[in-house]
């Protein structure tokens, strides 16, 4: 039986979330033996918001194969051009169909087709998209026909939502995985079908900070109820958080699902945009 073994880790935040990536990623890479690699990089421009071809090229380097998105995917406008001629960066799948770039690609791993889809969910999001579970339903219909090797990653902030997918999915594709809320949960495990699950993969960035953004600003703002500047945190500590799913190539359905989470308190930042 041939395997496969893929890190998928979660928002990439700013100048700190790069620094801890760019430190751990070859390391992590060796020590979970990882065939790929998948991030979610919404937040990965040094600000925080949205991500730059600069920052693409930075994920190849170190050997990302696909980088998945969400509602920050547009913040940087010089990503339009990038999304709309590569097949590395995705963005939503349920975005209106005139929107730039794709909801699904394939990269080849060890000679083998593997699919990736990105979706985003609809509860507590302020974003008008389509519906999440037939969007996937639909990508399905074509990638099935491509590879029985497919990874979900469902940006939603509603946990039910998410597990919504995975339930519905489960059995039919090798992982879901959620993101957004920043915030890593505890609950991965293989699904009755095969597909491994986790609400939500987490974040990379700064550890004492609110989903990677200084907390002073956003506390005020709660407050105040008044406009408040939010800035990425660059204080240290750092950490970073994931998963490494193990899936069997000829059946695509997972054969294990381990959580990861680094800590670092010695990372040099690059604070530069
Ligand atoms: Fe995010
Ligand atoms: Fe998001």
């Not at 990302?64 to 940087?76: D, F």
């Not at 959620?178 to 009755?192: F, K, L, S, W, Y």
Request: net charge neutral; with cysteine; glycine share 8%.
């Amino acid at each position: 039986m041939t395997r496969i073994r893929v890190l998928f880790l979660g928002d990439i935040v700013g100048a700190a979330g790069l620094a801890i990536f760019q430190k751990h990623i070859k390391r992590l890479r060796e020590q979970y033996r990882a065939d790929a690699i998948i991030v979610n990089g919404e937040n990965s421009a040094g600000s925080g918001r949205g991500i730059t071809p600069a920052v693409m090229r930075l994920f190849k380097e170190q050997g990302v194969n696909v980088v998945t998105s969400g509602n920050h995917i547009w913040q940087k406008p010089e990503i339009i051009n990038y999304i709309a001629q590569h097949t590395d960066l995705v963005r939503p799948i349920n975005f209106p169909a005139a929107t730039p770039g794709s909801g699904m690609t394939t990269f080849i791993c060890k000679g083998i087709e593997i699919g990736v889809i990105n979706v985003q969910g609809r509860v507590f999001m302020r974003e008008l998209l389509s519906c999440p579970f037939r969007a996937v339903e639909s990508a399905l219909t074509y990638l099935q026909h491509k590879t029985p090797i497919i990874f979900i990653d469902v940006h939603a902030e509603a946990t039910s939502e998410k597990m919504g997918v995975a339930y519905m999915f489960d059995g039919r594709v090798s992982a879901v995985v959620g993101t957004h809320t920043h915030v890593q949960t505890a609950d991965e495990r293989i699904m009755p079908g095969g597909t491994a699950y986790i609400t939500d993969l987490g974040m990379a960035g700064s550890l004492n900070s609110m989903i990677g953004m200084k907390k002073e600003p956003i506390i005020q703002n709660f407050l105040t109820q008044m406009p408040a500047r939010f800035a990425v945190d660059t204080s240290l500590p750092l950490f970073m958080t994931g998963v490494c799913i193990e899936v069997d190539t000829q059946t695509g359905k997972a054969t294990s699902i381990e959580r990861i989470r680094v800590v670092d308190d010695a990372v040099q930042i690059d604070t530069q945009e």
